[in-house]
Antibody
């Protein structure tokens, strides 16, 4: 059973870079055809897809965040990461990592981690 | 403003059926059979309930079903149960530039 776990600072200052890591267990991050992604949810609001990375290394980003987002994979640690630069209070949200494995939908999710942007 | 439009809330009594709509455009819902639905209980991660429009993952009750007509996808829950009370989100593939878009979510209340 695939399991995902987000980790990273819970508090980030405005204008700085938010960095989160998703550790994958129960499977290999290099698995052919798997698609790894980040999704966020501001408090009391809906879900927003941030971006994804394919097993081949190809990346795809939400056009509204593209200039500030970088997603990468570390196969040696079985992890993938999110970096979001120049954050503001509007980036305060619960950040989820998720994956598409055998279906074209996010079928496995991490528990989520709250990141607050505040000085 | 979300890319896909869902009603803010729906409600039903135990045993009844309800339908949640998800309206997009010809660039997303209308062009691809790749709508998924997620259930989210308070403080929990979303859970996949329907994928590729109408398919159910293993372990999801057959009380949940999905369909699509034109630019609108729908999630129907039959035989409502108290544990179905949650927020529901639709998601659609929207092409290689936009990729994935979510709806604003619908709060289901079981009366």
């Amino acid at each position: 059973q695939l399991q995902l776990q987000e980790s990273g600072p819970g508090l980030v200052k405005p204008s700085e870079t938010l960095s989160l890591t998703c550790t994958v267990s129960g499977g290999s991050i290099s698995s052919s055809s798997y698609y790894w992604g980040w999704i966020r949810q501001p408090p009391g609001k809906g879900l927003e897809w941030i971006g994804s990375i394919y097993y081949s290394g190809s990346t795809y980003y939400n056009p509204s965040l593209k200039s500030r987002v970088t997603i990468s994979v570390d196969t040696s640690k079985n992890q993938f990461s999110l970096k979001l630069s120049s954050v503001t209070a509007a980036d305060t949200a619960v950040y989820y990592c998720a994956t598409m494995t055998t279906v074209i939908a996010f079928d496995y999710w991490g528990q989520g981690t709250l990141v607050t942007v505040s000085s | 403003q979300s890319a896909l439009t869902q009603p803010a809330s729906v409600s039903g009594s135990p045993g009844q059926s309800i339908t949640i709509s998800c309206t997009g455009t010809s660039s997303d819902v209308g062009s691809y059979n790749l709508v998924s639905w997620y259930q989210q209980h308070p403080g929990k991660a979303p859970k996949l309930m329907i994928y590729e429009g109408s398919k159910r993952p293993s372990g999801v009750s057959n009380r949940f079903s999905g369909s699509k007509s034109g630019n609108t996808a729908s999630l129907t829950i039959s035989g409502l149960q108290a544990e179905d009370e949650a927020d529901y989100y639709c998601c659609s593939y929207a092409g290689s530039s936009t990729v994935w878009v979510f709806g604003g979510g619908t709060k289901l209340t079981v009366l």
